[in-house]
């Protein structure tokens, strides 16, 4: 049921809406209210009941008799509906010519009009008047709280000042001359899934009781950028409002492995990885022999029958140059699993190694040129590929600490799983489960050999936890965990990313 605006009559201080009900509503008890839009919980800012006696209503509204929210943004819209029994109305302007304009007289230093939405509902748009009275942001710093530090130009000492942040305001804790600071607890900071916070920032003054007014920066007002050990810190300042932005500084991931350490940072297993973390360089699926072997030389069109990425990934391992580029301080973390030595192992191409990643090379026409060379793995002769793979870690270890000094080693001891759980709930066996203790065997004691001899931080997941699963986003695998594998990583990784 539609509600049929006639005219709006304007006051210096409100206004009258002359509206034509329909003959079934006369008699009945109508609420008109007058509420804020886009706010949790909508505040009624107006509220009045009528019981007309005719079709032909005229409704008086008056803006001392508005119920003032504890703040005001400096624009806002507020909506009208009429409530009748357990109905809403709106009130439309059917035929176009009831024109709007601005009250003559600001109401709490705020201009105010109606105006029409696009469906041509009756609403009112209130903006902010500007004062005087202005402030200048001194310093501002984050740690366990946000700290600001504000100049109040012409301060008054009985007025109360605020900083308004979103929908929210909080109180000077301290003064000194014109010099105020304001502390907002960093639990009213939250950061989004990307480790980002956003939001409009503006000093209110609470002149002796009244409704508080928006300050305006002054002309030496500056943009801020500060930063400590864990945020980022961004003020920018404009004519009214200014923009705070927060980002959390984010540690810095790159991973020598496979997907058992990969997927950690997927969204699909870890919804806010990005929070924390940010990540740089990957090798995927590549033998610690071939990384530190000499480059392989190849012709592009060798590389096919394979995706862009895992072209990508196998020519970077073709050239070795995965640890060219790396800035000294880019990785806070290299995270290191062995997959691909115990389950591929190594083509020796004239001295050359490759990994024998039956997955990806055999695939490409490459294969062709290096299918007659010399393969070893760790299964078939533990001896002599733990000796080349003992060589090689050497050599991998003293190329971090050169190119990456400052880099923390995080070796992920991973394991091959010989179940998984059915669509159905049930947990069945791998056709390879008889092939898993020995996979796990020897990835066992390439682990081992790192924890004796490198400084490096294990995080080894609980067996309970270690299954497969069918609905896995890659398919079941012996390395394809279920979804609590990869939280509980994350979990372990944040606690040493603290310590």
């Known amino acids: 049921m539609d509600i049929i605006i006639h005219d709006i009559v304007y006051f210096d201080d409100g206004l009258g809406i002359l509206i034509k009900l329909p003959e ?11 509420f804020r839009r886009n706010t949790d919980f909508p505040f009624v800012i107006f509220r009045k009941e009528i019981i007309p006696e005719s079709s032909e209503v005229d409704i008086i509204i008056n803006c001392s008799d508005f119920k003032v929210p504890k703040f005001i943004n400096l624009n806002e819209v507020w909506d009208v509906r009429l409530k009748v029994n357990l109905r809403q109305l709106t009130l439309q302007n059917i035929r176009n010519d009831v024109k709007t304009y601005y009250l003559k007289k600001p109401w709490k230093n705020f201009n105010f009009k109606p105006y029409w939405t696009k469906e041509n509902n009756l609403a009112f748009f209130i903006k902010f008047n500007k004062t005087n009275l202005q402030y200048s942001i001194k310093d501002i710093y984050i740690s366990k709280n946000l700290l600001i530090r504000a100049e109040i130009y012409e301060i008054e000492s009985k007025s109360k000042y605020f900083i308004l942040l979103n929908d929210e305001t909080f109180e000077e804790k301290y003064r000194i001359d014109t010099i105020c600071y304001f502390e907002i607890p960093i639990s009213n900071l939250p950061l989004d899934n ?267 997941i609980d067996e309970g936890k270690l299954i497969s699963t069918e609905n896995h986003k890659w398919g079941k695998f012996n390395v394809h965990y279920d979804l609590p594998y990869y939280h509980e990583f994350i979990k372990r990784l944040r606690e040493i990313s603290e310590d």
């Open 194 to 460: 990307t480790g980002n916070f956003n939001a409009k920032i503006a000093l209110l003054v609470l002149p002796n009781g009244n409704q508080p007014l928006i300050m305006i920066p002054g002309a030496d007002s500056e943009i801020f950028k500060v930063q400590n050990d864990k945020f980022k810190i961004k003020l920018s300042i404009d004519s009214i409002n200014s923009i705070l932005q927060i980002n959390k500084k984010k540690k810095g991931i790159s991973i020598i492995g496979s997907c058992v350490s990969r997927d950690n940072f997927n969204r699909h297993f870890n919804e806010d990885y990005k929070k924390d973390y940010e990540m740089f360089k990957l090798q995927n699926q590549t033998s610690i022999i071939s990384l530190v072997s000499k480059p392989i030389t190849y012709n592009t069109n060798e590389i096919n029958n394979i995706g862009d990425w895992e072209a990508e990934q196998l020519c970077t391992e073709l050239d070795k140059s995965f640890f060219r580029n790396l800035n000294f301080r880019e990785n806070d973390f290299i995270i290191l699993d062995f997959f691909s030595d115990v389950y591929f192992g190594v083509i020796n191409f004239d001295g050359m190694y490759i990994t024998n990643n039956y997955w990806v090379l055999q695939k490409t026409n490459l294969y062709k040129r290096l299918s007659s060379y010399p393969k070893l793995n760790i299964i078939n002769n533990f001896d002599a590929y733990f000796e080349l793979w003992r060589r090689s870690i050497h050599e991998f270890f003293r190329r971090v600490s050169i190119i990456l000094p400052h880099s923390k080693i995080i070796l992920h001891k991973a394991r091959f799983t010989d179940s998984y759980i059915k669509d159905d709930g049930s947990v069945a066996l791998f056709n390879n489960a008889k092939e898993v203790s020995k996979y796990n065997k020897a990835w066992s004691a390439l682990d081992r050999y790192i924890e004796a001899n490198f400084d490096v931080i294990p995080i080894s």
């Open 24 to 34: 079934e509503l006369i008699g009945e008890k109508v609420l008109l209210e007058i």
